[in-house]
């Protein structure tokens, strides 16, 4: 049996030896850096550390290896088992102090390594399948002469190349460090956000939000709203402290300035999961100091304003104060402090009128990104005439979205895609465009939208037409008349068995008529195949 020693600034002693090394004594053993691990007599059990000064700056565990850059060698004491590698100011630890810079642990259980002291720092993939979490500890308390106020140079040297020396953690063998893996919302809540897309699309009733655990609120946003995709957006922060961001949704029309949090969405065994939803009378807010503040009111005689803390790898909020006033406790002075205790605490008007003003300068106002940056601009939704120029559409995409300016039977075009692709020739391809040209009078007109069948058919020009492909349709289609004109199209459908079945039209048949063959489609493709791959441009931050 091997016992996992764990050292922190509570559990340790240190003394200098007469030989000037440093004695740690911790858990009923006794380690001396720079000399012999000595074990405890009264145990048989065997302890599986490393003590390392410099040495050749590599530390490894059965997982990972950890590099410490030469300049920081000779400054570095390291303390490491199975799970944890602990990391020391030597210069602080020989003259008898704590010394502990930073701690990485290591640990396949969500709830481990995550939270508290510690954040995610990355994920270790394993050989044999199992993900772990890598995490950052920093000490609790002051780890070196407390009689000077501000930390030793050495000390702030290492503490500031923490993060670059994780950063480059190496896997042992086959196994695989990312940094920040697990980590960052836009990796995390993918599945989330389709989910609100979807509810908006498909105008989804309040009862169909809450079943879905989003709030009703939302609902009632997007009904009401010209562009709902535009009205209601989300942002990522990591408002518990562990590292990992949480996903809140909000809404952008402006109707709750004060920051109100319609949705919080936090992570669980590396799963999303719905912490809270808030309503008119019932709100929650986000606060700095990783706290969650919730205002709720139970009628004409009773509100309250209750401070969280969002439990790592849970939904649970943990109750830290409230401020509640209830005229049904008590009519003459109904003013009252909680703790976790729930014991109500009579505090005077004057200090609870206090206490919620530094709740309310607390609260923080999340920077919501819009749901069209996810879906895009639907243009058919908007105004046009806010856009005197192609220049200022350009202006108003979304990182990620793309445009182009291409010439279509003479006219000047701007195709605006929500997304491009590198197409590996030199191209930035979409399958995707908004149309615009400039009218006769020099005005934005918007000509609608083009849409291909798949990556393998980008959009593409030739001779003054536009070529919009899938695997079985072509249309070839131009500006004329102020309009996107169609020149000709081809398509194929099968019947149940299989048997193909031939269309073909112009603008002059006013629709499709069937032919006897694919020879028409055919020409299409080859036409298609031979046309010039739009060149977009994608639009970054």
Same mark, same amino acid.
């Given at each position: 049996m091997?016992?996992?020693? #764990?050292?922190?600034?509570?559990?340790?002693?240190?003394?200098?030896?007469?030989?000037?090394?440093?004695?740690?004594n911790?858990?009923?053993?006794?380690?001396?850096?720079?000399?012999?691990?000595?074990?405890?007599?009264?145990?048989?059990?065997?302890?599986?550390?490393?003590?390392?000064?410099?040495?050749?700056?590599?530390?490894?565990?059965?997982?990972?290896?950890?590099?410490?850059?030469?300049?920081?060698?000779?400054?570095?004491?390291?303390?490491?088992?199975?799970?944890?590698?602990?990391?020391?100011d030597?210069?602080?630890?020989?003259?008898?102090?704590?010394?502990?810079?930073?701690?990485l $642990?290591?640990? &396949?259980?969500?709830?481990?390594?995550?939270?508290?002291?510690?954040?995610? *720092? $990355?994920?270790?993939?394993?050989?044999d399948?199992t993900?772990?979490?890598?995490?950052?500890?920093?000490?609790?308390?002051?780890?070196?002469?407390?009689?000077?106020?501000?930390?030793?140079?050495?000390y702030?040297?290492?503490?500031?190349?923490?993060d &670059?020396?994780?950063?480059?953690?190496?896997?042992?063998?086959?196994?695989?460090?990312?940094y920040k893996?697990?980590?960052?919302?836009?990796?995390?809540? /993918?599945?989330?956000?389709?989910?609100?897309?979807?509810a908006?699309?498909?105008?989804?009733?309040?009862?169909?939000?809450?079943e879905?655990?989003?709030?009703?609120?939302l609902?009632?946003?997007?009904?009401?709203?010209?562009?709902?995709?535009?009205?209601?957006?989300?942002?990522?922060?990591?408002?518990?402290?562990?590292?990992?961001?949480?996903?809140?949704?909000g809404?952008?029309?402006?109707?709750?300035?004060?920051?109100?949090?319609?949705? #919080?969405?936090?992570?669980?065994?590396?799963?999303?999961? !719905? %912490?809270?939803?808030?309503?008119?009378?019932?709100?929650?807010?986000?606060?700095?100091?990783?706290?969650?503040?919730?205002?709720y009111?139970?009628?004409?005689?009773?509100?309250?304003?209750?401070?969280?803390?969002?439990? /790592?790898?849970?939904?649970?909020?943990?109750?830290?104060? @409230?401020?509640?006033?209830?005229?049904?406790?008590?009519?003459?002075?109904?003013?009252?402090?909680?703790?976790?205790?729930?014991?109500?605490?009579?505090?005077?008007?004057?200090?609870?009128?206090?206490?919620l003003?530094?709740?309310?300068?607390?609260?923080?106002?999340?920077?919501?990104? /819009?749901? &069209?940056?996810?879906? $895009?601009?639907?243009?058919?939704?908007?105004?046009?005439?806010?856009?005197?120029?192609?220049?200022?559409?350009?202006?108003?995409?979304?990182?990620?979205?793309?445009?182009?300016?291409?010439?279509?039977?003479?006219?000047?075009?701007?195709?605006?895609?929500?997304?491009?692709?590198?197409?590996?020739?030199?191209? !930035?391809?979409?399958?995707?465009?908004?149309?615009?040209?400039?009218?006769?009078?020099?005005?934005?007109v918007?000509?609608?939208?083009?849409?291909?069948?798949?990556?393998?058919?980008?959009?593409?020009?030739?001779?003054g037409n536009?070529? %919009?492909?899938g !695997? !079985?349709?072509?249309?070839?289609?131009?500006?004329?008349?102020?309009?996107? @004109?169609?020149?000709?199209?081809?398509?194929? *459908?099968?019947?149940?068995?299989?048997?193909?079945?031939?269309?073909y $039209?112009? @603008?002059?048949?006013?629709?499709?008529?069937?032919?006897?063959?694919?020879?028409?489609?055919?020409?299409l493709?080859? *036409?298609?195949? *031979?046309?010039?791959?739009?060149?977009?441009?994608?639009?970054?931050?």
């Open positions: 091997k016992k996992r020693v #764990i050292f922190t600034a509570i559990a340790m002693a240190f003394m200098l030896t007469a030989c000037g090394k440093v004695t740690i911790a858990n009923g053993y006794s380690i001396t850096l720079g000399g012999q691990q000595a074990e405890d007599e009264n145990s048989t059990d065997s302890i599986d550390l490393k003590i390392s000064g410099s040495t050749d700056g590599v530390i490894s565990t059965d997982l990972i290896e950890v590099t410490i850059p030469e300049e920081f060698r000779d400054m570095v004491y390291t303390v490491s088992d199975e799970e944890t590698i602990d990391f020391y030597r210069a602080l630890v020989d003259e008898g102090y704590p010394g502990l810079v930073f701690t $642990g290591i640990s &396949s259980d969500c709830s481990v390594f995550s939270g508290g002291m510690y954040t995610k *720092e $990355g994920e270790i993939f394993g050989t399948g993900i772990y979490n890598v995490g950052k500890g920093t000490a609790s308390e002051i780890q070196w002469d407390p009689e000077t106020p501000d930390m030793p140079e050495s702030q040297t290492l503490y500031d190349a923490a &670059s020396i994780i950063e480059n953690i190496s896997g042992v063998g086959d196994n695989v460090f990312v893996s697990g980590t960052n919302g836009e990796d995390l809540y /993918p599945n989330i956000l389709d989910r609100y897309i979807t908006i699309n498909e105008k989804w009733s309040v009862n169909q939000f809450e879905a655990d989003m709030s009703g609120e609902a009632l946003i997007a009904s009401g709203a010209a562009d709902p995709f535009e009205s209601i957006g989300f942002a990522y922060a990591d408002i518990n402290g562990d590292g990992i961001d949480e996903l809140l949704i809404d952008l029309t402006g109707s709750n300035p004060d920051g109100m949090v319609y949705d #919080i969405y936090t992570m669980v065994d590396r799963e999303p999961a !719905h %912490v809270v939803s808030s309503y008119l009378r019932d709100r929650y807010y986000v606060l700095g100091g990783f706290d969650v503040c919730n205002e009111s139970a009628g004409a005689g009773e509100n309250g304003t209750v401070c969280y803390v969002l439990i /790592p790898n849970s939904t649970e909020l943990f109750w830290q104060v @409230a401020y509640i006033c209830d005229e049904y406790e008590d009519e003459e002075s109904p003013w009252f402090r909680a703790y976790s205790d729930g014991e109500l605490e009579a505090v005077t008007e004057e200090d609870y009128n206090a206490a003003e530094d709740i309310n300068e607390d609260k923080l106002i999340p920077e919501y990104t /819009p749901f &069209s940056y996810v879906t $895009g601009i639907d243009f058919s939704m908007m105004d046009i005439s806010r856009f005197a120029t192609f220049t200022e559409i350009v202006d108003s995409l979304y990182p990620g979205m793309a445009y182009a300016n291409v010439t279509l039977n003479d006219a000047d075009a701007l195709f605006v895609a929500n997304g491009c692709y590198d197409n590996l020739d030199g191209n !930035h391809a979409a399958i995707d465009s908004s149309v615009f040209i400039y009218d006769k009078d020099g005005n934005v918007f000509l609608g939208t083009v849409q291909a069948g798949g990556t393998a058919n980008p959009l593409a020009v030739k001779d536009l070529y %919009v492909a !695997h !079985h349709f072509v249309i070839k289609c131009t500006v004329e008349d102020g309009e996107l @004109a169609l020149r000709e199209a081809a398509y194929e *459908e099968f019947d149940s068995e299989g048997n193909p079945s031939y269309y $039209g112009t @603008a002059e048949d006013g629709g499709y008529r069937q032919v006897d063959d694919d020879s028409f489609l055919s020409r493709f080859e *036409e298609a195949a *031979e046309a010039e791959i739009i060149d977009f441009q994608e639009v970054f931050e």
